[in-house]
């Protein structure tokens, strides 16, 4: 994906400011200026900020939205090979699919340890039973693979 325009200017602006802030610290060392050491300070805060836009700019990936879904909270996950995301009371049912699709796609695979290299996902609603007693009812399941990236749905 290309990258942010916006970061990456401000990542090159940065940079040139560092720079200009490196030529200024040589020419306060060498002339003994009393801001010298403060100027290494600034000098380096300035490069670092620069070099982490940069690469906040190459890496960032914008989230999937799925037309039809609902953006659902995740209140599972167990770092390997399943999650779970909760469906508001008022989800309608030809959105479930899409909301969990958009679930799966939106997992980042990094640091996942699943043996298969799946990863399921699980829309699921609390559903009252009785008054004082519930049951969690799964409403739509999905299955990423974390190797190409794709998207089953489950019947």
Wanted: some cysteine; overall charge neutral; hydrophobic content about 50%.
């Amino acid at each position: 994906m290309a990258a942010d325009p916006i970061l990456f200017t401000a990542g090159q602006w940065l940079g040139a400011a560092s720079g200009v802030l490196a030529l200024a610290t040589v020419v306060g060392y060498l002339s003994r200026w009393g801001i010298r050491f403060r100027l290494v300070g600034v000098t380096s805060f300035t490069a670092l900020l620069a070099v982490s836009c940069l690469a906040f700019a190459i890496s960032y990936t914008p989230r999937v939205q799925l037309e039809g879904a609902v953006s659902v909270p995740v209140v599972f996950d167990n770092g390997s090979d399943l999650v779970i995301a909760a469906a508001p009371a008022d989800l309608p049912p030809e959105a479930e699919a899409l909301t969990v699709q958009q679930v799966a796609q939106n997992l980042r695979g990094s640091g996942r340890s699943s043996a298969d290299g799946l990863v399921h996902v699980r829309l699921r609603r609390i559903e009252t039973v009785a008054p004082g007693l519930s049951k969690p009812a799964v409403l739509a399941e999905a299955t990423r693979n974390l190797t190409d990236g794709t998207v089953e749905l489950l019947p």
